[in-house]
């Protein structure tokens, strides 16, 4: 940057705005030099060394630092001081029609740094293709500022490419999650490949963000750690280099908005590992549930902290206030049908809260209606989820025959998976085939005794009911209609 050409070709009213941030900041020597430059542009160090006695060193670091103060100024002259990085880019094409040229040069030189360090190529393409448009007659320049729009042109292609890859591995979670395919886990596998071979080529904050979004959702929700072909960090390494990063570059527009996603990833960390700071992630999940649910987040699967607040209500023992919470705002998020698994798990986290606090028939209203809503033919775990949750409701409100046609179809539907999977749901259906039968004075012993098998199996891939204390709500009948 030409230093003292730009200072010299600032406005009166620019120049004394420069002038008085030195002043406040009581950096008199800069000052100083600043109104010398003013005077005489041409050799200004000359009078600025005969004034003042310092060393030749010491004038070094004063200049850089003086150069570094202009360079921001330009740059803030890119739009207003608290406009974000991608404003400041989108104003730059404007601001270079009404300054002269080394100005407009001085104040993207500045943009380019702060683009570097927020590794955002996007930007960048468009502050290089300006800075070659401003050296068109200086050949050397100019090729070399093509150059480096060319780098960046690549380089975006690479930042896409991860972002696909984060968009294409929950396009296959939440399909696994509804159907527990093995093809959608085998094609989550291949995108953590993928996206490690690119992240590992390029020191990028940004590309590791993108990594560890799939890695922590690989290792917290599907049990993945190290495959042969996927090398994953352990998950507390992980979240501390990703919040190092997050706190180091704040003010990176998208960074700000995924850090409520990684303070989720957190917390469901933290209470895997039984840490006391999963009290302090819950109070600020659950304080912007709504959010969490409703806001972009890259598309990350969110929903699944919805299960997370009925555990917690259930270990703390209050879910009494949980349905209070339901009642009163949970259930007017506007939750859309468009993403089918959020949309799922949100009325299923209703259904499941009326539940557990004894109200059935509320319960299987929001799950009848679900079902009416929705096809469940391509989400056959999310389906015999449902209806299990929907034939125990049935039966704990005494609606017998429409328990006895859930049954049935729950028979049909397991005829159909194959001998070594859904051994708990078998079971299950086992326990409520004995519960809705005939008031035998063996049911409830024999429902007794089925409850560890369930338990035991009920784990892994195919798991299912997980904060729902079955039991209770099938032997809480049995008792009552020995009254």
């Not at 003013?38 to 030749?56: A, G, M, T, V």
């Not at 699944?304 to 209050?318: A, E, G, Q």
């Not at 998976?417 to 809705?436: C, G, M």
Request: some cysteine; proline content about 2%; hydrophobic content about 40%.
């Amino acid at each position: 940057m030409e230093l003292y050409k730009i200072i010299s070709q600032l406005t009166e009213i620019e120049f004394d705005e420069l002038y008085q941030e030195f002043e406040e900041n009581k950096a008199d020597k800069s000052a100083s030099f600043l109104k010398l430059i003013r005077k005489n542009s041409d050799n200004p160090e000359k009078d600025f060394l005969n004034e003042f006695d310092i060393s030749p060193s010491t004038f070094y670091v004063l200049k850089s630092r003086l150069n570094q103060k202009v360079e921001e100024f330009l740059m803030n002259r890119l739009g207003d001081k608290n406009l974000d990085i991608i404003g400041r880019v989108y104003k730059a094409n404007e601001k270079v029609f009404e300054n002269s040229r080394q100005i407009s040069i001085g104040a993207l030189n500045r943009l380019e740094k702060e683009l570097l360090r927020l590794d955002f190529p996007h930007g960048l393409m468009s502050v290089y293709k300006l800075l070659q448009n401003l050296h068109n007659f200086d050949t050397e320049t100019y090729d070399y500022y093509n150059e480096q729009y060319q780098k960046q042109v690549a380089y975006t292609l690479i930042i896409d490419k991860a972002n696909d890859s984060v968009m294409q591995f929950f396009r296959y979670f939440d399909n696994y999650l509804l159907g527990r395919k093995e093809d959608d886990f085998q094609s989550m596998l291949r995108i953590i490949e993928d996206i490690d071979k690119v992240s590992n080529l390029h020191d990028s904050h940004r590309l590791y963000l993108y990594k560890s979004i799939i890695h922590l959702y690989g290792i917290i929700f599907l049990g993945i750690t190290n495959e042969p072909k996927c090398e994953l960090e352990p998950a507390k390494q992980i979240l501390k280099k990703v919040y190092d990063i997050l706190n180091q570059y704040g003010d990176e527009p998208t960074y700000h908005h995924i850090h409520l996603l990684f303070d989720f990833l957190g917390y469901e960390f933290s209470v895997s590992q039984g840490e006391a700071k999963a009290k302090i992630f819950f109070d600020v999940l659950e304080y912007k549930v709504e959010e969490l649910l409703m806001g972009y987040h890259l598309n990350a699967q969110t929903s699944l902290f919805l299960f997370s607040i009925i555990r917690h209500h259930v270990l703390n023992h209050s879910t009494a206030l949980l349905l209070s919470d339901v009642e009163a705002y949970l259930s007017n998020i506007p939750v859309e049908i468009y993403r089918p698994t959020h949309y799922i798990y949100y009325h299923l986290f209703l259904a499941t809260t009326h539940f557990i606090n004894g109200s059935y028939h509320k319960s299987n209203k929001i799950l009848f209606e679900l079902r009416n809503t929705l096809s469940f033919r391509k989400y056959p775990h999310a389906d015999l989820e449902i209806k299990f949750l929907l034939v125990i409701g049935y039966i704990a409100s005494n609606e017998n025959d429409l328990a006895d046609q859930l049954i049935k179809s729950i028979q049909r539907q397991l005829r159909n998976e194959s001998d070594d999977t859904y051994t708990n749901a078998r079971v299950l259906l086992k326990i409520i085939t004995i519960a809705s039968g005939s008031r035998t004075s063996t049911r409830r012993k024999n429902i007794e005794s089925l409850i560890p098998i369930w338990h035991l199996n009920n784990k892994g891939r195919y798991k299912m009911l997980e904060n729902i204390a079955i039991e209770k709500a099938l032997l809480l009948v049995i008792d009552k209609e020995k009254e």
